[in-house]
Structures are given as C-alpha cells and as structure tokens.
C-alpha cells in the first residue's frame, strides 16, 4: 500500500465542501493513541456543523481490529474557488 502524506488526507476530494471551493485549515488537532499495524486501516470522517464560511469536521482512522489509532479535528474557512482557475 503506498504512503499517503497527511497534508493529502486532509485536502481530499469528496470531502462535503465541494469542488468550487477552497477550505484554507484555521486549526488542525490530532491525536495518536496507538501505532498502526500492517495492513488495512479505515478512515471515517464527517462534517460536524457548516456556517457560511466556516465548517467543522471530525475523523478517526482505525485498524482491521476496529482498535483506534488516531482522531482528528479541523475549523476551515470556505473560501469560493477564483473564478477561471482550475481546482486540477
């Protein structure tokens, strides 16, 4: 499996914000509670409340075991993408 940088987590597509819009992170917590193992590790993120610029959202990664290894928490600001630029 490759290695994915967490910046990149962070910043995925299909994230519930939309992709004519920018969300510059404001505050970024996580919290590692055990390393992870070999093998599959499964991701469950949500939007917590959404203003109109700003939204707050909560995630945890856990392992095949269903132990948990990390949370996270985030405040972004909503930006709308400039106009004629491309979000690729």
């Known amino acids: 499996m490759p290695a994915v940088p967490a910046r ?4 995925l597509p299909g994230d519930g914000i939309g ?4 969300a510059p992170t404001l505050e970024l917590k996580t919290s ?5 193992r070999a093998g599959k590790l499964y ?3 949500r939007v917590v409340h959404r203003d109109r610029d700003v939204i707050f ?7 095949a075991d269903g ?3 990390a949370t996270a928490s985030a405040t972004a600001r909503i930006v ?5 630029a ?3």
């Open 8 to 11: 990149r987590i962070v910043t």
């Open 19 to 22: 992709p004519e819009i920018l």
């Open 32 to 36: 590692f509670h055990r390393p992870a």
């Open 43 to 45: 991701g469950d993120a």
């Open 57 to 63: 959202l909560e995630g945890r990664l856990t392992g």
């Open 67 to 69: 132990e948990l290894i």
């Open 80 to 84: 709308p993408f400039p106009k004629g």
């Open 86 to 88: 491309s979000a690729e």
